[in-house]
């Protein structure tokens, strides 16, 4: 692989509470890393108003644990508004979630839904 694609993030699962769901994939993996990648987003990420008035968003953890393949910050911000989790305008501060590393089998995504 030449060029880094920061969806698979959103794909893999270590059993933990705060993994994506567990999904099969198909040929069709550049769809279903979409899919995978929208849902996981949607259901995790938070808005609020930090310290000063600053708007924060908190991303999953596994945004900054491997933040160089999603280009820092700023490729969290822009990868947060292609999936209109974000305004053009919006400039937020960049924080994480915390990490649930309770152990949980057995949640697997079915269709479209977690």
């Given at each position: 692989?030449?060029?880094?694609?920061?969806?698979?993030?959103?794909?893999?699962?270590?059993?933990?509470?705060?993994?994506?769901?567990?999904?099969?994939?198909?040929?069709?993996v550049?769809?279903?890393?979409?899919?995978?990648t929208?849902?996981y987003l949607?259901r995790t990420?938070?808005?609020?108003?930090?310290?000063?008035?600053?708007?924060?968003?908190?991303?999953?953890?596994?945004?900054?644990?491997?933040?160089?393949?999603?280009?820092?910050?700023?490729?969290?911000?822009?990868?947060?508004?292609?999936?209109?989790l974000?305004?053009?305008?919006?400039?937020?501060?960049?924080?994480?979630?915390?990490?649930?590393?309770?152990?949980?089998?057995?949640?697997?995504?079915?269709?479209?839904?977690?």
């Amino acid at each position: 692989m030449e060029t880094v694609d920061p969806r698979i993030h959103f794909a893999l699962n270590c059993a933990a509470e705060s993994c994506p769901a567990i999904a099969a994939y198909s040929a069709d993996v550049d769809a279903e890393l979409a899919d995978a990648t929208a849902l996981y987003l949607e259901r995790t990420v938070e808005h609020d108003t930090g310290r000063l008035g600053r708007s924060v968003v908190r991303v999953p953890r596994v945004c900054l644990w491997f933040r160089g393949d999603f280009g820092g910050a700023a490729g969290v911000r822009r990868l947060l508004r292609e999936h209109g989790l974000l305004g053009a305008d919006e400039r937020p501060r960049v924080r994480s979630l915390e990490w649930d590393w309770s152990r949980r089998v057995g949640r697997f995504r079915e269709d479209a839904g977690e």
